[in-house]
């Protein structure tokens, strides 16, 4: 039994940094999951899983939308929200493991609330590489898969795809708008 002048006063703190075994080889790599924020994930699966996530929230809108018109709002509305509550939970984990990956405390999320400081964060967290060690919060992540590879892909180019047309409705938009106050 170890006497109390032993005993390490941060060990026992509840707000002491995660202890990760750093003394692991640079050829392991630490667990993938999206149950919990333990763990890293690096830009590209970040991106991909992000893809995915967001997704699936559209499959579900799409859905509860349907059955809004179809069937009646008691049964789509609660499937949406359900949606919506599943994806904020599994977008805060993977942005947690993200800013893991980069030597951050997941608390620095917090500044995805602040207007314009979360635009340049959210850039940050996607182009800023992450530690290439074993850094406080585990192992690095493993390379990313052939799957997770071709997901990233498709997500930038549904991004800039969804961009232009976004941009041109809106061109024609402002030009159709201005043609019709020169008429008058």
């Known amino acids: 039994m170890s006497s109390p002048e032993n005993a390490s006063p941060i060990s026992n703190s509840p707000f002491a940094p995660p202890a990760a075994n750093l003394s692991q080889g640079t ?66 984990i993977i942005a947690g493991q993200r800013v893991h990956d980069l030597g951050w405390s997941a608390w620095m999320l917090l500044l995805m609330i602040v207007p314009l400081v979360n635009v340049v964060f959210g850039l940050v967290m996607l182009f800023m ?25 498709v997500a930038v180019v549904l991004y800039v795809l969804s961009t ?16 019709g106050l020169n008429h008058r």
């Open 27 to 92: 050829g392991q790599y630490g667990p993938l999951t999206w149950k919990n924020m333990d763990g890293r994930i690096g830009r590209l699966r970040y991106l991909a899983w992000g893809f995915v996530a967001t997704a699936a929230l559209l499959a579900l809108i799409i859905v509860g939308t349907l059955l809004n018109i179809l069937v009646t709002p008691w049964i789509g509305l609660p499937i949406s929200v359900v949606g919506y509550i599943a994806f904020t939970v599994i977008a805060v």
């Open 129 to 153: 590489p992450g530690n290439k060690d074993a850094n406080r919060f585990g192992a690095p992540p493993p390379p990313n898969s052939q799957a997770v590879k071709v997901i990233a892909t």
């Open 164 to 179: 232009l047309l976004y941009m041109t409705y809106f061109g024609a938009m402002m030009a159709s708008l201005n043609e």
